[in-house]
């Protein structure tokens, strides 16, 4: 097969790892395109891991392909696939100094584009926003200081796809979402294609081009975080990615933009106008979510009457937890809401997730 400037980068075609009964990924299929800044997320045993360690070379498929700019990669060891990795837990060498950490990265290779060993890891460390920390000794180094260095080290040899798994989760909140904008820009300065492993789907939401979800190894959604978050495709999605109220009901009637759902003796006004896929008929089950931000005082068509029962402080915002019909209602605001309260959204605002009937 010849490579074509059109292939995407990394694709898996189908790809399933099973270890023993374990099946850690399961008939994954996605495309990660030139240059793109890709995230795998989902929860703690989904098979992001070993997604990441199918695309290194670290492990081989029990199923399915891995393939690189068209060319099928079975076989192909990890030093052989142009591939740079940053792991969780730093793994610099603690005997040698920033400097010869991020020179051990070269493999004993030239530096790309005719540069020496020195002058490659300066431009490394300038591009890291650590220069000139050659001599240091990374143990006197932060632990975002230190994942900076491992990234310098990854990218040492010029690779063609840099993968990161988890490199931040062993970092404080605060470092965590300074050191994300830091790789994203790293990212888009070289414009290198970038495979990102995390459970923190806020994270992934913040730096990515496109997120995939994944659910007990295979992909529930895979699209630019705008739609994971607006527009989820499945229950899990919807409940994984960030708050959000999901309810089940039948469809009682339809107009051209409008179902109305019944959940017990309650009506919910759910729009139906730019939902893709088979029309909504009365009689469908639908599962349908709205966002706790977008639910707030009345002046808009649906309407629904809660009981608070407990609020967390946020600073920005306040999270409400309220009961409403014996379903649990989670509304984020500004206003202080005590008792009972009359809380609207309009049918635009709610999106339906799954249709069955
Ligand atoms: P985490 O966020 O906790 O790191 P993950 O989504 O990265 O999880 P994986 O590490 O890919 O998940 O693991 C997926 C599943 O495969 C788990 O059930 C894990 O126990 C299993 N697994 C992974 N590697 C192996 C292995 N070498 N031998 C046996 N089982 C494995």
Same mark, same amino acid.
């Given at each position: 097969?010849?490579?074509?400037?059109?292939?995407?980068?990394?694709?898996?075609?189908?790809?399933?790892?099973?270890?023993?009964?374990?099946?850690?990924?399961?008939?994954?299929?996605?495309?990660?395109?030139?240059?793109?800044?890709?995230?795998?997320?989902?929860?703690?045993?989904?098979?992001?891991?070993?997604?990441?360690?199918?695309?290194?070379?670290?492990?081989?498929?029990?199923?399915?392909? #891995?393939?690189?700019?068209?060319?099928?990669?079975?076989?192909?060891?990890?030093?052989?696939?142009?591939?740079?990795?940053?792991?969780?837990?730093?793994?610099?060498?603690?005997?040698?100094?920033?400097?010869?950490?991020?020179?051990?990265?070269?493999?004993?290779?030239?530096?790309?584009?005719?540069?020496?060993? !020195?002058?490659?890891?300066?431009?490394?460390?300038?591009?890291?926003?650590?220069?000139?920390?050659?001599?240091?000794?990374?143990?006197?180094?932060?632990?975002?200081?230190?994942?900076?260095?491992?990234?310098?080290?990854?990218?040492?040899?010029?690779?063609?796809?840099?993968?990161?798994?988890?490199?931040?989760?062993?970092?404080?909140?605060?470092?965590?979402?300074?050191?994300?904008?830091?790789?994203?820009?790293?990212?888009?300065?070289?414009?290198? =294609? =970038?495979?990102?492993?995390?459970?923190?789907?806020?994270?992934?939401?913040?730096?990515?081009?496109?997120?995939?979800?994944?659910?007990?190894?295979?992909?529930?959604?895979?699209?630019?975080?705008? !739609?994971?978050?607006?527009?989820?495709?499945?229950?899990?999605?919807?409940?994984?990615?960030?708050?959000?109220?999901?309810?089940?009901?039948?469809?009682?009637?339809?107009?051209?933009?409008?179902?109305? #759902?019944?959940?017990?003796?309650?009506?919910?006004?759910?729009?139906?106008?730019?939902?893709?896929?088979?029309?909504?008929?009365?009689?469908?089950?639908?599962?349908?979510?709205?966002?706790?931000?977008?639910?707030?005082?009345?002046?808009?068509?649906?309407?629904?009457?809660?009981?608070?029962?407990?609020?967390?402080?946020?600073?920005?915002?306040?999270?409400?937890?309220?009961?409403?019909?014996?379903? !649990?209602?989670?509304?984020?605001?500004?206003?202080?809401?005590?008792?009972? #309260?009359?809380?609207?959204? !309009?049918?635009?605002?709610?999106?339906?997730?799954?249709?069955?009937?």
């Amino acid at each position: 097969m010849t490579a074509l400037a059109s292939d995407p980068a990394v694709t898996l075609d189908a790809v399933t790892r099973r270890y023993g009964e374990t099946t850690a990924v399961e008939d994954l299929s996605l495309s990660v395109a030139d240059g793109e800044f890709f995230s795998l997320v989902g929860p703690s045993g989904c098979g992001k891991t070993t997604t990441l360690r199918l695309i290194a070379g670290f492990e081989e498929p029990t199923g399915g392909t #891995v393939i690189f700019n068209g060319e099928d990669v079975a076989g192909v060891p990890p030093e052989d696939r142009n591939v740079g990795v940053v792991f969780q837990n730093y793994a610099l060498f603690p005997h040698m100094t920033v400097g010869e950490n991020v020179a051990y990265g070269l493999n004993f290779a030239d530096p790309p584009g005719g540069a020496s060993d !020195d002058q490659r890891v300066a431009e490394l460390l300038e591009l890291v926003d650590l220069p000139g920390t050659q001599s240091r000794d990374p143990r006197s180094l932060s632990g975002g200081q230190r994942q900076r260095v491992a990234m310098a080290r990854a990218l040492a040899p010029g690779p063609d796809v840099l993968l990161l798994d988890e490199p931040m989760s062993a970092l404080d909140a605060k470092l965590r979402e300074r050191l994300r904008v830091q790789v994203r820009e790293i990212q888009q300065e070289l414009g290198i =294609t =970038t495979v990102y492993v995390t459970h923190d789907q806020e994270e992934a939401l913040a730096v990515s081009d496109r997120v995939a979800v994944i659910n007990e190894g295979t992909a529930e959604q895979v699209a630019p975080p705008r !739609d994971i978050y607006h527009r989820p495709a499945s229950r899990f999605v919807a409940e994984f990615v960030g708050d959000n109220n999901v309810f089940d009901g039948e469809v009682r009637a339809v107009t051209d933009d409008t179902a109305i #759902v019944g959940i017990g003796e309650e009506r919910i006004s759910v729009g139906i106008s730019d939902r893709e896929g088979p029309a909504v008929s009365v009689g469908d089950r639908l599962t349908f979510c709205v966002r706790p931000e977008v639910l707030t005082v009345p002046g808009r068509s649906n309407r629904v009457t809660a009981t608070v029962e407990s609020a967390e402080f946020l600073g920005e915002t306040t999270r409400v937890h309220l009961d409403w019909a014996d379903h !649990d209602l989670t509304v984020r605001t500004r206003d202080a809401l005590d008792g009972d #309260v009359t809380l609207g959204f !309009d049918p635009e605002d709610v999106h339906v997730v799954e249709r069955r009937n």
